[in-house]
């Protein structure tokens, strides 16, 4: 038999991804990755026509269409009627990216009972579309591919001379929650490969947007190894790695791709 070649492996031609929160800034390059390597994308949004404008700009090299539909991650009946409507639209989903956060921009210091709980629900909402993406695939006799986005900070604590007198710390639920997260991967992986479904995580290291306060992005920088922050681009790869035939014997890792942050 013939080996498949790098090109075959990487390509996605025929395949259906859905990702939440394909409108947010690292979002966008994710879900343009997808779709430079063939595939058809759902863009899952809060908000229906946000997600649709964002998927009618996607390229689509071999002709696949793109696909808007409504999910909040955060509501139960939301994220079923969410998934059943990606299934509708683009009649089968292949890969299922897990990237949409909703969080409290609050601290160790401050932060309450209620928003610390309702920002580890993004955790719940990760498992319950994965739980409905798995048995999607078992279904339809299918092989398919999950990515939780999880961050550095679901590895290593938080860096606090870079919030220090500029900004709220990283907050402590955001901690829980990513690191929560990585082991939920490595979890549902080992459940679910004899089902065909891979659950890898991919993290990033520090993206920050040009809406994050600049005194903070320099003391990131100084700290980080190749003395730079990443750009969204820089995720691409990793993420066709996961989602792709490439990386079909690889299950249950989290890919941190940091600029080298963790490794020191
Ligand atoms: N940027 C970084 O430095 C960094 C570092 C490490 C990890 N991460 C992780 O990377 C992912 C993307 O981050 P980002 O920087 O691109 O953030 P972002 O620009 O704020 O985008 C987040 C997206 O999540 C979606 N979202 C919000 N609440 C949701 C809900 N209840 N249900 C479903 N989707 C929801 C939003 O889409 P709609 O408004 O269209 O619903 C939004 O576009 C997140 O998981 C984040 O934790 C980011």
């Given at each position: 038999?013939?080996?498949?070649?790098?090109?075959?492996?990487?390509?996605?031609?025929?395949?259906?991804?859905?990702?939440?929160?394909?409108?947010?800034?690292?979002?966008?390059?994710?879900?343009?990755?997808?779709?430079?390597?063939?595939?058809?994308?759902?863009?899952?949004?809060?908000?229906?026509?946000?997600?649709?404008?964002?998927?009618?700009?996607?390229?689509?090299?071999?002709?696949?269409?793109?696909?808007?539909?409504?999910?909040?991650?955060?509501?139960?009946?939301?994220?079923?009627?969410?998934?059943?409507?990606?299934?509708?639209?683009?009649?089968?989903?292949?890969?299922?990216?897990?990237?949409?956060?909703?969080?409290?921009?609050?601290?160790?210091?401050?932060?309450?009972?209620?928003?610390?709980?309702?920002?580890?629900?993004?955790?719940?909402?990760?498992?319950?579309?994965?739980?409905?993406?798995?048995?999607?695939?078992v279904?339809?006799?299918?092989?398919?591919?999950?990515?939780?986005?999880?961050?550095?900070?679901?590895?290593?604590?938080?860096?606090?001379?870079?919030?220090?007198?500029?900004?709220?710390?990283?907050?402590?639920q955001?901690?829980?929650?990513?690191?929560?997260?990585?082991?939920?991967?490595?979890?549902?992986?080992?459940?679910?490969?004899?089902?065909?479904?891979?659950v890898?995580?991919?993290?990033?290291?520090?993206?920050?947007?040009?809406?994050?306060?600049q005194?903070?992005?320099?003391?990131?920088?100084?700290?980080?190894?190749?003395?730079?922050?990443?750009?969204?681009?820089?995720?691409?790869?990793?993420?066709?790695?996961?989602?792709?035939?490439a990386?079909?014997?690889?299950?249950?890792?989290?890919?941190?791709?940091?600029?080298?942050?963790?490794?020191?």
């Amino acid at each position: 038999m013939m080996e498949p070649t790098i090109q075959q492996l990487f390509d996605l031609t025929g395949k259906v991804a859905l990702i939440t929160g394909g409108s947010g800034y690292l979002g966008q390059s994710l879900s343009n990755a997808l779709a430079e390597a063939g595939a058809s994308i759902v863009i899952a949004s809060r908000v229906r026509e946000r997600g649709r404008q964002v998927a009618s700009k996607l390229p689509s090299p071999a002709g696949a269409r793109h696909f808007g539909v409504q999910l909040d991650q955060l509501d139960d009946e939301s994220l079923n009627t969410g998934f059943d409507e990606a299934v509708a639209a683009a009649g089968q989903v292949d890969i299922l990216i897990n990237n949409g956060q909703q969080g409290h921009a609050l601290d160790l210091t401050n932060v309450t009972v209620e928003a610390f709980n309702q920002d580890l629900k993004n955790a719940s909402g990760y498992f319950f579309l994965a739980r409905r993406f798995r048995d999607h695939i078992v279904d339809r006799k299918a092989a398919g591919a999950v990515v939780m986005i999880g961050s550095m900070y679901g590895v290593v604590g938080s860096y606090p001379d870079a919030y220090e007198d500029v900004c709220t710390a990283s907050p402590v639920q955001y901690h829980a929650l990513k690191g929560g997260i990585i082991q939920m991967t490595r979890h549902l992986a080992c459940y679910w490969a004899k089902d065909h479904v891979r659950v890898n995580c991919l993290s990033p290291g520090p993206f920050p947007s040009e809406k994050a306060p600049q005194e903070m992005v320099e003391r990131l920088k100084q700290k980080n190894p190749m003395r730079r922050m990443g750009e969204p681009h820089e995720l691409k790869g990793a993420l066709l790695l996961l989602a792709s035939d490439a990386g079909n014997y690889i299950t249950g890792q989290n890919l941190l791709v940091d600029g080298g942050w963790t490794a020191w």
